[in-house]
């Protein structure tokens, strides 16, 4: 439920997958903490903002996921922005993916390294660029699940071409992590995770229900980002409350039952939007194209009055012309009300 204007509306717009910013262990969690620690961490975590907990966190992290270390960061956009930039120089090529993330495009932008788009999931095209381009350093920049689009990105084929022409493959995985059939995400399930080739990005904002952000690589790629990683160094650690709560959410994220509940609710979606314009996307983002983007206002209004909250996504979010509603799905829903929204979505459609 979501409360805008007066009104209770169905929320189907929230990257909190599973629910978990309002599980009671998890506020529990920070609760405790909160009494213990305090609000703020007070400094970078290498002047004095350091605590157990953020180590803590960061070996179940990497753990999970099946790397060699983790390391947390303020948020998505901050880990992206200061990934790039430390890695990246300007004798190297970053080759991206056209729909990456923004906090992508702007940390490739920051790096001052020659950039590369090739179009959406395109191996092919990736493939003739890299043969074409000489670069000090080669890296294939990637979203897991693409967040306007729910799509995957073709990960095998992009490792790949990774060791095919020497390329480092970072992929952010914020919404496949926690939501895939596989809750470690689109790296795991592609059977890629750990590999010293790769480095995963994920956020708590999203399936976790919190706020922070962490990378994935080998030992020492992570060494070397404490060393470099100018969006952490000079950034005040997350509070410790955010950590001790987020060490809960990945407990809730292993036992599984809610990213199940999250996979049931795809599957209902899937089977009951047949005839309507959705892609065939198999995550808990399912776009509706509907094109211009007045088009997309009108539906979102009138489902608005039906009482579900959709929003309308409007370039430059999306490419001109792919105007939509971006539906997320969360385990909280339940089969009524997905049923109930494409009724509605139905119904305006035809009017
Ligand atoms: C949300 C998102 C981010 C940003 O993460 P925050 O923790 O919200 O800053 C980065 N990348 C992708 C693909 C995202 O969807």
């Known amino acids: ?17 599973l629910g978990l ?4 262990m998890v506020v529990q969690a920070a609760q405790d903490a909160l009494a213990q620690h305090g609000l703020g961490s007070g400094a970078s975590r290498l002047v004095s ?3 157990p907990v953020f180590h803590e966190l960061e070996h179940a992290l990497a753990e999970w996921k099946g790397y060699e270390a983790a390391l947390l960061v303020g948020s998505g956009t901050l880990a992206n922005i200061g990934l790039l930039h430390a890695i990246a120089g300007r004798h190297d090529v970053l080759f991206t993916d056209r729909l990456i993330h923004a906090s992508l495009v702007d940390g490739a932008r920051l790096s001052t390294a020659k950039v590369k788009r090739f179009p959406h999931r395109d191996v092919g095209a990736l493939e003739n660029i890299l043969r074409s381009t000489q670069a ?3 890296i294939i920049v990637t979203d897991g699940v693409f967040s306007m689009d729910g799509d995957i990105a073709p990960l095998s084929e992009l ?20 939501t895939m059939p596989d809750p470690r995400g689109a790296c795991a399930m592609a059977g890629l995770s750990g590999s010293d080739r790769l480095v995963e990005i994920g956020t708590f904002g ?28 000079y950034s005040t650690a997350l509070p410790c409350a955010i950590a001790q709560a987020m060490l809960v959410a990945l ?3 292993r036992e599984g039952t809610l990213t199940a509940r999250l996979q049931r609710n795809i599957e209902t979606f899937r089977r009951c939007s047949e005839g309507l314009p959705v892609t065939a996307s198999p995550t808990a983002i399912q776009p509706v194209i509907l094109g211009e983007d007045t088009r997309a206002l009108a539906m979102a209004e009138k489902l608005r009055k039906k009482g579900f909250f959709v ?7 999306v490419p001109e012309g792919t105007s939509r509603l971006r539906i997320t799905l969360s385990s909280l829903h339940d089969t009524e009300e997905i049923a109930h929204l494409l009724e509605a979505i139905r119904t305006c459609l035809h009017e």
Do not use: C, W
């Open 159 to 178: 490792m790949h071409l990774a060791m095919e022409y020497d390329a480092l493959l970072i992929v952010d995985d914020a919404h496949g992590t926690g």
């Open 49 to 51: 903002g350091d605590a």
């Open 251 to 253: 407990g809730l994220i």
């Open 206 to 233: 999203k399936a976790f229900g919190g706020y922070g952000a962490f990378i994935l690589g080998s030992q020492p790629f992570i060494d070397g980002l404490r060393q470099r990683l100018r969006t952490m160094i």
């Open 21 to 24: 910013s309002n599980h009671p």
């Open 311 to 317: 929003p309308a996504i409007r370039p430059p979010t």
């Open 136 to 138: 000090h350093r080669r």
């Open 1 to 17: 439920m979501i409360h805008a204007d007066g009104l209770q509306l169905i929320n189907f717009s929230s990257n909190d997958y």
